[in-house]
């Protein structure tokens, strides 16, 4: 994986023998933190290019759909979010869509790695533009141990923006973890975390991501699809987990009524994303 000699970045998913090439220009940075090797490129059509370890992170031209999708359902569909946790999330794409919602009045964000922020101030400042709202804290450590020392109730969304189950973030994805989760998080409170491609990872990480937070003591689990062009196949997911009550029903007024700018985000792409395809119909039946 990586730069060729063709001008190409290259990810290859050797197992699913599947992969994604982006034509680049040259290398912008590059950098081993104590965590991982970041690397950004400046692209000839996807404008810039975030890569840690090897694995494409998100690009200038289609984060949006990424970053839209994994906050606003979960945000829409939580009654009143005022306390947000995001896990991960380094690059602030996220932060900036939580900041978004005026209801919100907190909101931690909990990157293991400094330099992948530091880094987004750099190469990707439109990402980083809510970093200085007064309501957002930027914290750097290890989000497994932030969230065990939660006060219990304490949070009313949590956003799992990590890498894939890999490194410092495989303890993101197992049953302990989700169960501090759904300690910290109050009576109506609710969770989300990247949980891969439906197509490619249906019979594996999908599902054990769902496993794991029904072991975690969620009673309610629902999984979102949604295109992202830059992660393998294009066809990605977000799983919400939640204590009771339907996580199928959203603000729906409030969606449509919002008072900010989406690129993908609108009450239809909400509702598409609940849709269950035949093909993950047996899986992914409880929603
Ligand atoms: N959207 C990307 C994806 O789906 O792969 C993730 C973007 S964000 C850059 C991923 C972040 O997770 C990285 O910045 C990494 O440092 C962070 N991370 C990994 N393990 C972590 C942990 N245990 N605690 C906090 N952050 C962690």
């Not at 400046?42 to 998100?58: F, N």
């Not at 689990?221 to 393998?232: I, K």
Request: charge should be negative; aromatic fraction near 8%; charged fraction near 25%.
């Amino acid at each position: 994986m990586g730069q060729g000699e063709d001008g190409w970045f290259t990810e290859r998913d050797d197992d699913e023998g599947i992969g994604l090439t982006l034509r680049v220009r040259r290398k912008l940075h590059e950098e081993q933190t104590p965590y991982q090797r970041i690397e950004v490129y400046e692209t000839t059509s996807w404008g810039r290019l975030l890569v840690l370890d090897g694995y494409v992170m998100l690009t200038s031209r289609d984060n949006f759909t990424y970053h839209e999708m994994m906050a606003h359902p979960v945000l829409f569909t939580h009654p009143h979010p005022r306390r947000v946790v995001i896990i991960g999330g380094g690059d602030c794409g996220m932060l900036r869509e939580v900041m978004k919602h005026p209801g919100v009045e907190e909101c931690v964000q909990v990157d293991i790695d400094e330099g992948v922020t530091r880094a987004a101030e750099r190469w990707f400042p439109e990402l980083c533009s809510a970093n200085d709202d007064p309501r957002a804290h930027l914290l750097f450590e290890d989000g497994i141990e932030y969230v065990r020392r939660l006060e219990p109730g304490s949070v009313d969304v949590m956003i799992v923006d990590s890498t894939d189950p890999v490194g410092p973030a495989v303890g993101l994805f197992g049953k302990d973890f989700m169960a501090s989760v759904h300690r910290a998080l109050a009576g109506d409170g609710l969770m989300v975390q990247q949980s891969e491609s439906p197509i490619l990872h249906l019979d594996s990480l999908l599902r054990d991501v769902r496993t794991a937070m029904r072991d975690g003591g969620f009673a309610r689990v629902v999984t979102l699809q949604f295109p992202v062009v830059g992660y393998p196949s294009g066809w990605w997911s977000a799983t919400m987990a939640g204590k009771g009550g339907d996580l199928t029903r959203f603000r729906e007024s409030d969606a449509g009524a919002r008072a900010f700018t989406t690129r993908y985000y609108n009450c239809a792409t909400h509702r598409a994303a609940l849709a269950v395809p035949e093909f993950c119909r047996e899986l992914l039946t409880d929603q």
